[in-house]
């Protein structure tokens, strides 16, 4: 029996949906995101859903290993056809995300998006991104990607500083991530990210500015910046414990996020989302924005979470648990959630107000928009997007998007 977390139901052993959860289907876009759990080493910040290979030994991880992986998720896409049904909707945009994708074996990326091919079909637009850490690609492997099919790639970059790289222990060397966006221009990729992490302890001013030109330098269309979080259960969160490293000022993750919005904006990237910039609109993560938006996706791999029509549900954690389920014929869910209408209106405001068009206010309560009104006043919401019926966060109020969010919601 799967564990069931605090508040969720459990899933069908087939995985079905509830009745009503396709309704209006045809008006929402649908994507897949796949999960791999691998990695070569453990970064100390990192919370992830991730192992590497010697926490995979014995009779727990259930055989499962890098080789033998990419048929599990390839059972469980089509498992998801089954679950589906006769839904005619192809697959708009596809996230080969972890751990590190670029671990499997050269072809196994491509078989992946062959079977979604093969199973739902691929819009013709679709995008299909990967990531890949610095370490883990060179030419070769990035020609094959393109040619199977993905037409985005992500870096994680995180800094351009070698110090900041140690303290997070990031293997890749500087300048690793700016030669593979050269690489992966020449391989034919379009649409290439940098994901950019700050406020690590020991890191400057300077080196924030440092990373940012480096990356701006590389010529990406597509930039992250994310601050760092010490997340419980990590290395990191250890050290900062045991008081090797200091912990982490708001106001330093404050200061470097006015610090990259000016970079970013004087090197022509424009915010669509508080910690996402582009270079054009066909720079933008569909992928993501689907998340942000309502969309429906369903989440393949261990510890992956899915959502179509209202109904959110999630996947065994461990490796060898996901993979005994689908050897047994076994959904790999462990829990679901079947959201109400209230809940669902509740998630739109929280996630959209974080997208530059923000959220309708038609969707807050009288309380909400008395708020709305409020954070108007002191300046945190635009006062163009109000008038044209949006609650839209100026650049003041992206740096407390979070408490703005909670008050349009309470």
């Known amino acids: 029996m799967p564990s069931i977390p605090l508040g969720g139901e459990p899933v069908p052993t087939d995985g079905s949906l509830p009745s009503g959860a396709l309704d209006g289907a045809a008006g929402r876009p649908l994507g897949f995101y796949l999960h791999v759990p691998f990695c070569a080493s453990r970064c100390g910040y990192c919370d992830f859903n991730t192992y590497v290979a010697e926490e995979l030994r014995g009779p727990d991880g259930a055989g499962v290993n890098r080789e033998n992986f990419t048929d599990l998720l390839i059972e469980e896409i089509r498992l998801a056809r089954k679950v589906l049904g006769d839904d005619p909707r192809p697959v708009r945009t596809v996230f080969l995300g972890g751990g590190t ?42 020609a094959a990607l393109r040619e ?122 424009s915010w669509y989302e508080v910690s996402n ?26 510890g992956a979470h899915g959502h179509v029509g209202g109904v959110r ?12 389920a689908l050897t047994e014929g076994r959904s790999p869910g462990a829990g679901r959630e079947i959201l109400s209408a209230a809940e669902r209106r509740v998630e739109r405001v929280l996630l959209e107000l974080r997208m530059v068009e923000g959220c309708p206010l038609d969707l807050l309560e009288p309380e909400g928009r008395a708020a709305a009104e409020r954070y108007l006043a002191d300046g945190l919401l635009r006062e163009d997007a109000f008038a044209a019926g949006r609650a839209a966060l100026t650049l003041r109020g992206r740096l407390l998007a979070d408490a703005v969010a909670r008050d349009l919601v309470d």
Do not use: K
Not at 110 to 125: C, H, I, N, S, V
Not at 282 to 299: I, K, P, Q, S, V
């Open 313 to 324: 549900w999630w996947n065994e954690r461990h490796p060898g648990a996901y993979a005994r």
């Open 277 to 302: 910039w582009a270079t054009s609109p066909a720079g933008r993560c569909r992928h993501n924005e689907l998340y942000w938006t309502g969309g429906d996706w369903w989440g393949a791999g261990p």
């Open 148 to 269: 199977a099919g993905f037409t985005r790639i992500s870096f994680g970059m995180q800094s351009a500083r070698e110090h900041v790289l140690r303290i997070l222990e990031r293997r890749h060397r500087p300048g690793r991530p700016e030669e593979c966006v050269a690489e992966a221009r020449a391989a034919g990729f379009e649409h290439i990210s940098l994901d950019l992490i700050h406020g690590t302890p020991g890191e400057s001013d300077d080196d924030w500015r440092a990373s940012l030109e480096a990356a701006i330098g590389a010529g990406p269309d597509h930039l992250s910046a994310y601050s760092l979080i010490v997340e419980e259960g990590t290395a990191l969160a250890r050290r900062v414990r045991r008081g090797e490293i200091p912990a982490i000022d708001d106001d330093v993750h404050a200061d470097r996020y006015l610090i990259a919005e000016e970079a970013l904006s004087a090197a022509g990237f």
């Open 101 to 142: 994708p670029t671990l499997l074996p050269t072809r196994d990326p491509g078989r992946l998006l062959e079977t979604l091919r093969q199973e739902f079909g691929l819009a013709p637009d679709a995008e299909a991104t990967i990531e890949a850490n610095p370490e883990s690609v060179d030419p070769t492997r990035l």
